[in-house]
């Protein structure tokens, strides 16, 4: 097992499935299913999920929202995906908490690294809602910032393409994937990853990041045991 402590990052537009909006009970049990799967080898989990199938702070000041007002219903977001995340593990048969950036108890209790940390060592999947538990930053944020609070042994940002490219694959077919690369090159080359503040946090502490295809079945699991799967990303 090549990690056996993970951040990982999951945006609230996956869990839509083939929605815009909402919540994909399929797509929830499937994620929870990868996860258990990895925390049967014995890997501790933590998990920082989006919000953006719910309300995204940014898209809520086009709409008139005050940017703060906006950003706190995205935080508020986080924490509703979070739980039908915990929901899907426990029914699945296993353990899963979630903890909250602000304090809402008894919706989850008050993130603290040090219960976090023991609950992982007890094979309870950590859910860390709310983001950073302030405004104007991402839950990118919040995932690099937990990540290196944690001591993960690497950041997963799982999304719906296979890594880091040269350009959209989406919308240019010539673009090239990366097996590897730097966080210098990914600067120079002003490719899209993350936002910059969590980008540099990972650099800064030397957080490795792996980009990879959540939505194909058995990825996290080929990640953990050392797989190349997607691009990893490092200093």
Request: proline share 2%.
């Amino acid at each position: 097992m090549r990690y056996s402590r993970i951040l990982l990052k999951l945006s609230g537009e996956s869990l839509a499935g083939n929605g815009n909006q909402g919540i994909s009970d399929s797509v929830l049990e499937e994620y929870s299913k990868q996860v258990i799967e990895v925390i049967n080898k014995g890997c501790e989990v933590a998990i920082v999920v989006g919000g953006g199938n719910i309300f995204r702070g940014l898209r809520g000041t086009e709409s008139g929202f005050d940017r703060l007002k906006g950003d706190q219903m995205g935080m508020l977001a986080t924490v509703i995906n979070s739980l039908a995340l915990e929901g899907a593990i426990i029914r699945l048969g296993y353990k899963a908490k979630v903890f909250t950036s602000i304090r809402m108890e008894p919706v989850g209790e008050l993130y603290n690294r040090d219960k976090v940390l023991e609950a992982m060592k007890n094979k309870t999947v950590c859910i860390l809602s709310g983001g950073t538990g302030n405004p104007f930053f991402t839950t990118d944020t919040a995932a690099a910032l937990r990540a290196v609070e944690i001591g993960a042994d690497v950041l997963l940002k799982g999304t719906r393409v296979d890594g880091v490219y040269t350009a959209d694959p989406e919308k240019d077919p010539t673009a090239r994937k990366f097996d590897k690369i730097s966080f210098e090159e990914v600067i120079g080359q002003k490719l899209k990853v993350m936002d910059s503040t969590a980008f540099t946090m990972c650099r800064d502490n030397n957080m490795p990041l792996v980009v990879f295809d959540m939505n194909k079945t058995g990825n996290l699991n080929k990640l953990i045991d050392g797989d190349t799967i997607g691009t990893l990303v490092t200093n």
